[in-house]
């Protein structure tokens, strides 16, 4: 999928909204707890009350690993009942030496296909390039993330004077172009975006903090966007989290096209 494709569906929808797909099996309606697959259950619920309201989903590996082998396979039946014109991110932040990136990469985008994975990009170049070897797939790399944490060492100040994840941001786009490299941006710092346009005005930014964690939807659209809007914005909590009841999906298809809406008001 290229940078051209995402806009498109961005532009069709009016949205550049991402729909987290973080499924605690303990947090899901309790009526679902019968269903042979209640992950996938909650899942395709989901899908179906807000594909039209987003060009994304991210589903969170960890929310998946926990369950072992019935959370891949809920995992694997949530990708393949996602429309084919979402973008598709395994929020997985995997990130080793070369040669287990490379598993790691042939695991996400081989045998699962998804489009694009999220890296942490710690331990440097040779962690990061296996998964920019695969044609069409997408790298989406922690630059600033919507953690509280994040200050402990994304902001450290290097010695000419750049905070780190500038740092790594700068060299990241030595290995990717925008066609195949991304970066995740917290929504909780809104004030940064202005900056990191200037350090990258082409690239696509990865928005998680949005909703549950009380990003500025507004502002980092302000300051965030680019020619083809760049954003994905995404919301987990927020929305699939927005009911708990039999009408869970209609609750999350109301928190989903508030959204939209605030989307659609600033694509004008």
């Known amino acids: 999928m290229t940078r051209n494709d995402i ?17 605690d099996i303990n947090r899901i309606p309790k009526h679902l707890l019968d269903r042979e697959d209640p992950v996938f259950e909650f899942n395709k619920q989901i899908i179906d009350a807000t594909k039209d309201l987003c060009v994304s989903y991210k ?41 287990t990136s490379g598993l790691y990469a042939r695991a996400f985008f081989d ?15 040779d962690s990061v390039k296996p998964f920019l070897e695969f044609p069409g797939k997408w790298v989406i790399l922690l630059a600033l993330t919507s ?9 450290t100040i290097q010695e000419n004077g750049q ?10 786009m030595e290995w990717g172009s925008p066609e195949q490299l991304m970066f995740v941006v917290g929504a909780t710092h809104p ?30 659209s302000r300051y965030g966007k680019n020619d083809l809007v760049g954003l994905l914005v995404n919301s987990s909590r927020g929305i699939i989290y927005a009911g708990d009841g039999p009408d869970f999906a209609a609750q999350a298809r109301a ?14």
């Open 7 to 23: 806009f498109e569906q961005i532009q069709q929808k009016r949205s550049y909204l991402c729909v987290g797909l973080d499924t």
């Open 59 to 99: 589903p969170n590996l960890a929310f998946y690993e926990a369950m072992g082998p019935a959370g891949w396979e809920s995992l694997a039946k949530t990708l393949e009942y996602i429309p084919r014109e979402h973008f598709t991110i395994a929020d997985a932040k995997r990130g080793d030496i070369g040669n």
């Open 111 to 125: 045998t699962l296909d998804f489009d694009a994975v999220t890296v942490a990009p710690y331990m440097g170049e």
């Open 147 to 155: 953690n509280k944490g994040s200050g402990d060492f994304q902001l």
């Open 163 to 172: 905070p780190l994840y500038e740092k790594v941001m700068r060299r990241a």
């Open 191 to 220: 004030q940064k975006f202005e900056e990191i346009r200037r350090i990258a005005p082409e690239h696509f930014l990865l928005v998680p903090g949005v909703g549950a964690q009380g990003g500025d939807l507004e502002g980092l």
């Open 255 to 268: 928190a989903a096209e508030k959204v939209q809406q605030q989307m659609a008001a600033v694509l004008g």
